[in-house]
Nanobody, 127 residues
Framework: QVQLVESGGGLVQSGGSLRLSCAAS????????MNWIRQAPGKGFEWVSG???????NYTDSVKGRFTISRDNAKNILYLQMNALNAEDTAVYFC?????????????????????RGQGTQVTVSS
């Protein structure tokens, strides 16, 4: 069965960096787009970034230039390098699998089309 296990979250000061990892199993990782989404306290899910099976990347505007998504298809691991973190980045971060080779975002609220997600890892940025 599909399993997605995130790690790397923690407490960091504003301006600091963290790298999240997501270990994937139970499917052919290299064939699918993968994504990071987040949920801040009291808010809904927000799509953060996606990487297609061909390596093309996309980001929501608020993280462009600060976050970098990458993947290691040999190890079945998805990464998110987060730099210049601020308090608005505080959230639970989830890795999410797309049902196809490309990330699909729907509507003005940028809702991600996904079929599986992990349990999440907490990122807290102190100001």
């Amino acid at each position: 069965q599909v399993q997605l296990v995130e790690s790397g979250g923690g407490l960091v000061q504003s301006g600091g960096s963290l790298r999240l990892s997501c270990a994937a199993s139970g499917f052919t990782f290299a064939s699918y787009a993968m994504n990071w989404i987040r949920q801040a306290p009291g808010k809904g899910f927000e799509w953060v970034s996606g990487i297609n099976n061909d390596g093309a990347t996309n980001y929501t505007d608020s993280v462009k230039g600060r976050f970098t998504i990458s993947r290691d298809n040999a190890k079945n691991i998805l990464y998110l390098q987060m730099n210049a973190l601020n308090a608005e980045d505080t959230a639970v971060y989830f890795c999410a699998k797309s049902p196809g080779p490309k990330t699909t975002i729907v509507g003005e609220i940028q809702r991600l089309v996904m079929d599986y997600r992990g349990q999440g890892t907490q990122v807290t940025v102190s100001s």
